[in-house]
């Protein structure tokens, strides 16, 4: 998306693309002008300036038999197309940044760095496979992303490594981390290589092993989280939500205690509440300075009661997006997920978060998917699982807005399937026209105090 907007912005020869307004470089082309004139001057004075003589004779005669005007901009162009030439190429052998790539590759990049730079500080909470699909998505609005993710997860790799090597579980973040990487590069594939066999290795991911060994070694998951994220080069950054062994329980209405995050949705009942052991997780300090910092603030998609809800058990955080001035929305799952939230409608799920966050002031708006395909596949049925309903009424009654667009992938199979593109492009739109709406109310306000 942002490379379009590039592309298209750039229907101009290709080494004066470099004059492109943002990339912050015009200044250091004229420091470097600067000081070349500086030199050349200094090499005159040292020559009694008899070459700006010679050079001036020579000009006065070739412009004695032709057009000044003429001459002066041909020489200009000249000198200014050798200039640029020499400084891309200069910068290209010294950083090595074009690894076999197209030669624009590096100005792109710089483009793309400079406008993601300046776009909005977002914080997306959750977990599982939304939050990771989400952050595919937003990294081409901007690059200051906090991503906060929930450390309840007990179950495959990530539940041996914890109960095994007593670290936070890394399975989501480590799947946030290659969100935000380039996709192409074979570091981030190794990243989420998964052993296939081998005694211990068996379906282990690299990335999992690799972020424990970082933590062993820093002492720290977020330090590890912080390196790992540099190796990769990710837009934006990946946070747990806290650094406690934190654990899911779920009261079910049945009166049934169920503890784990994985044997939750086993359970097949409804979930009367969600908490966790120990009761009061301390939230950590950069979530918790993102979040007052951010300007748009999402929530979901995924599994509601183990990828969302658990973060907004932690009160402070729970307490802080509520009280956040930014905007705030909620990114509904489409279809209802066996064993957790069977037959819920779209403000079950909003009731449930704020319930479980103690707040009613906990978001603005729910982003809900108005398309479902008609040749929906039978498998969804076969598990239980069907769509989302809508009920617009219950929604309003909670104070909500409701935002629709499609948000699927298209899929011959009728396979329902978040698409990142489609997702990041509606709650931007959402985000930019609140954002022009709230700008237009204060210019109101301010006219009528004015007047008054």
């Known amino acids: ?39 050349a001057l200094g090499f005159l004075i040292l020559c009694d300036i008899k070459p700006v003589f010679y050079t001036m004779e020579f000009i006065r005669k070739v412009a004695s038999k032709s057009s000044t005007e003429w001459l002066a901009f041909t020489v200009i162009m000249f000198g200014a197309a050798i200039f640029f030439k020499g400084w891309q190429k200069t910068n290209l052998s010294i950083l090595d940044l074009n690894n076999g790539r197209e030669k624009e590759t ?31 998505g937003i990294k081409n609005i901007t690059n200051n992303i906090t991503a906060v993710v929930t450390v309840g997860d007990d179950g495959g790799s990530s539940g041996r490594l914890r109960e095994d090597m007593g670290i936070l579980p890394p399975g989501d973040i480590r799947n946030c981390i290659a969100a935000l990487a380039d996709d192409e590069d074979l570091i981030t594939k190794l990243f989420q290589y998964r052993f296939k066999s081998g005694e211990g290795l068996e379906g282990h991911s690299f990335g999992n092993l690799f972020l424990t060994a970082l933590c062993a070694i820093t002492g720290d ?18 946070l747990p939500s806290t650094l406690d062994d ?68 932690i009160e402070e955080i729970a307490k802080c997006v509520s009280e956040s001035t930014a905007k705030k929305i909620y990114v509904c799952n489409i ?10 409608t779209v403000s079950d799920h909003v009731s449930a978060l704020m319930r479980h966050a103690n707040s ?25 699982s069907y769509p989302v309903k809508v009920d617009v009424e219950n929604i309003r009654k909670l104070g909500i807005q409701i935002f629709s667009r499609k948000l699927i992938e298209d899929s011959k199979e009728g396979l329902v399937r978040h698409s990142s593109n489609r997702v990041a492009r509606a709650l931007y739109y959402w985000y930019k026209r609140e954002h022009k709406n709230e700008k237009s109310q204060q210019r109101s306000h301010k006219e009528l105090s004015i007047k008054g």
């Not at 492109?20 to 070349?36: D, S, Y």
């Not at 998951?221 to 990946?238: D, F, T, W």
């Not at 779920?250 to 503890?259: F, K, L, Q, S, V």
């Not at 009613?360 to 239980?384: E, H």
């Open 106 to 136: 590096i100005l792109e990049a710089l483009y793309r760095r400079r406008k993601l730079n300046r776009g909005p500080k977002i914080v997306a909470i959750g977990g599982g496979t939304g939050l990771s699909m989400l952050l595919k």
């Open 360 to 384: 009613r002031t906990l978001i603005d708006a729910v982003l809900v998917n108005d398309f479902i395909p008609a040749n929906l596949a039978n498998k969804y049925q076969l598990a239980g």
């Open 246 to 313: 934190m654990k899911l329980v779920a009261e079910m209405e049945d009166g049934r205690i169920i503890h784990g995050e994985s044997n939750i949705p086993e359970a097949h009942g409804k979930i009367k509440r969600l908490y966790t052991d120990p009761i009061r997780c301390q939230a950590l300090e950069d979530v918790i300075t993102a979040i007052k910092e951010a300007d748009f603030i999402i929530l979901g998609p995924g599994s509601l009661y183990t990828s969302v809800i658990p973060n907004l058990l």
């Open 335 to 344: 279809m209802t997920q066996p064993g957790e939230t069977d037959n819920y």
């Open 221 to 238: 998951m977020v330090r590890a989280v912080k390196e790992s994220s540099n190796v990769l080069s990710i837009r934006g950054r990946v």
């Open 1 to 39: 998306m942002m490379m379009k907007n590039f592309k298209n912005s750039m229907k101009i020869p290709k080494d004066a693309g470099w004059l492109v307004p943002g990339l912050q470089v015009k200044r250091w082309f004229a420091l470097i002008f600067i000081g070349a004139v500086m030199m």
